[in-house]
């Protein structure tokens, strides 16, 4: 077959709808419905009943597009826009991307203006339901917006990892403000490294690897623990990190936390090399990282409230169909149960959770 199948989901499909493709079962062992079809209701009723049991078919990737139109008219077409213009986040994303820029220009950084942006998040975290936050980061974002939100997801993780830890406020504060700082050594890359559309080099790589100093040097101003920290949220538990190689806790905390909400944004992210991870997916990776690259009680933490914070929400499964999650179990992080058309669903290698499925109707702050 010359054209390209994935998987659909069959509840998607509706009467008078014109196929234009061929449509087939879950393993593609049966056609169920020829190219050039237009459905009636009785054809479709049939069509659900002989895949009774599975909802998933396949489809082309022009059926799919079809068929994902359905769906958004169904459940909402993904969008966070007004959640995040209702809790600041999208004004806190713009003052950060104005002190980035300042910091590429002038090479220093501001500390009344970036204070004022760390203050300002600071508050939204206080007054923001941690299951919010959870889909703010996690939301679906363009390519074009990865620099930046990266800063500002860091900077609310850093802070609800603080938090779920029970340090004091100022440390919560100090860990948002490395957040929205971690990178700003970036300005010191050249772009066309740093924007590349495809994975580094070894060379670009190792250019790269140089940003958490640049990072530490520019914020020279600020106190000795947050430039370590800056500094140190690339280094690894087992020493194999950089730009120092040290290992256990001579890695400051601060660095060892901003570690983890790194690799949770950045594996969230969509990039113009590679599509987004589906939060369970990370937390599966973070949790095997535990006590290697990093720190086995941050994980274990972050893990368990995170997994906590996941239930009930709507996910996008990979066959395209909707459902919520009912449970996470611990040792399967990757493939929780989810609620589908009042059934339960073990998700597996077969049939995953692609995404959260995050629209502005769904929240509640």
Known sequence: MSNTYVLSSVEYLYPGMDVQQNIYNSDMSLLLVPGGT??????????????EGSGAIYVTVETERLLREQRDLMYGKPSTKALEDKVGYTEITRETINILEKISEDGSVSKSDLSSVSEDLSRTLEVTAPSVVVDLVSALASVDEYLQRHCVNVGLLNGLL???????KEVVDALILIGLLHD????????KILNAPRPLTG?????????PVYSGDLMSDFPEPLQLAARGH??????KGYPDGIAGDRIPLLARITAVSDIYDAMVSRRSYKEPNSPFKILSVIDSLRDTELDGELVEVFVKNMSEEMVGKQVLLTDGRIGNVASVNRAKLEFPVVE???????TSSRIACASLYVTDHDSII
Do not use: D, M
Not at 162 to 168: A, E, N, T, V
Not at 184 to 191: F, H, L, T, Y
């Open 234 to 239: 690339h280094e690894k538990i087992n020493g």
């Open 340 to 346: 589908v058309g009042g059934k339960r669903l073990y």
């Open 203 to 211: 060379v670009e790589f190792e250019v790269i690897k140089t940003h």
């Open 38 to 51: 237009v459905l009636s209701e009785e054809q479709l009723e049939r069509l659900k009943r002989i895949n």
């Open 184 to 191: 700003c050594g970036k300005a010191s890359i050249p772009s």
């Open 162 to 168: 603080g938090k779920w830890l029970s340090l004091p």
